[in-house]
């Protein structure tokens, strides 16, 4: 059977992996402290998983699980906040950066070989450097210990790949929504605050004038792109996973506006400092991989998908 170990899989984009790698029959582990994440997350498959609360900077821990020999490792922990990188910067790194060196030394030294070590790292480290669209090898430029540090971490990554001839890969996320995704904070996803709004029937605060444009992806696509990256033997260096296309954000409320049949509320302010005004991916690496996207449905079906989910949801509670 294949072995599979996430960590963060009670992350929002983690638990949407385990769920997958779950039904693909393999065997799964998961390690999150649920800082971030919840259990309840994986309350669909909490009893076929094997689960550990424990701390990726808990090294004693971190020895003991790696040495039971995976076919993938999935690197998702981290403290996914950039606000909480800015006011605790050295905390963040630790999980972040330190983290992600610790297991890859360990992996060096005990001579572990998985099939493929993926690492996540984000669009965040593009910055505001105005080149469209963002590809692979374009200038980055990290302006937060968030982005510095899941930099450091996707180039530590490749560097052990290169030297020590270990199989990694990394990957970069661009505007990820859907299920799972905790909207109860100003930092969540936009959509994710935008789905709660119409919910509730609550104004949404518009910062700027919502011409800013973003690449968004619904999550099932983001996991797919992760499995096929995982899973092809040729995947090398890092790839951009998004549609590759630019939605602005008046332009994805209308669309979200007519699927749920609802009139949003909009309160505008002035923009956030530091907010990116345009952002989209070039995707031709995963491309070449031979990996399909549908952006045009994917989206729109992601958004129907997703307000489904968010309805019952609601229902239920
Ligand atoms: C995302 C990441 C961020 C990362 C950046 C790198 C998330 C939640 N954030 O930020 O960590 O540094 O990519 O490119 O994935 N907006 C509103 N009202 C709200 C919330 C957001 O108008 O209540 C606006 C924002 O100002 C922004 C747009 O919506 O212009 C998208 O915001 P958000 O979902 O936070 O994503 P990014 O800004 O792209």
Redesign the pocket.
Known sequence: MIKVLVTGGAGFIGSNLVNELIKKGYEVTVVDDLSMGSISNLTECINKIKFYKKDVCDEKFMHYVLNKNYDYIYHLAAI???VASVKRPYKTHKVNNESVVKILEYLRVKELHPKKFLYTS???V?GNYPELPKKEDGRVEPL?P??VDKYASERMTLVYGDLYNMSVVAVRFF??FGPLQNPDS??????S?ITKCLLEDSE?????NGR?T?DFIYVKDIIKALIFIAEHDKSKGVYNIGYGKKTS?LEIIQVYENITGKKLKINFEK??PG??YD?FADISRLLQLGFTVDYKNGLKKGLEKYWRYSYASKKKK
């Open positions: 996914s906040s950039v984000s669009a965040a593009y937060t968030y982005a505007n990820v100003q930092y969540s996803g936009v959509l605050i949404f605060t518009l910062y700027g800013q973003r954000l923009s956030r907010d990116v952002s």
